[in-house]
């Protein structure tokens, strides 16, 4: 994946996290930028977003417990889930905006 498109897929994710969580901060953690719905209240990290060579993966602290009709969520772990991106279309295809609306609310 070239590097415009990563580019592209992560300002797609910050405009949704703007419209769904206006008060949100990112903070860089990880080799990537963690989503705190409390800025400043690192309990509150609900998301995350990591560049790879082949995608983005959006993670999810407690992605286990989100609702996933579709299967979207990978990941086999106690809690954290995550979705890879490969293009911009992937944010809609996938569902990001309502996973990130869930992990939201389960904190706000």
């Not at 509150?44 to 959006?58: D, E, N, P």
Request: proline share 4%.
């Amino acid at each position: 994946m070239d590097e415009a498109t990563k580019t592209q897929i992560i300002d797609n994710l910050v405009e949704i996290l703007l419209e769904i969580c206006p008060e949100y901060s990112s903070v860089p953690k990880y080799g990537g930028t963690m989503i705190e719905v409390i800025a400043g209240d690192p309990k509150t990290q609900v998301s995350g977003y990591f560049a790879y060579k082949a995608h983005i993966s959006l993670e999810f602290s407690e992605g286990a417990s989100l609702l996933d009709p579709q299967n979207q969520l990978e990941g086999s772990g106690k809690f954290r889930r995550h979705i890879k991106l490969r293009s911009v279309d992937d944010i809609v295809n996938k569902d990001c905006k309502g996973f990130l609306q869930q992990a939201i609310a389960q904190v706000a």
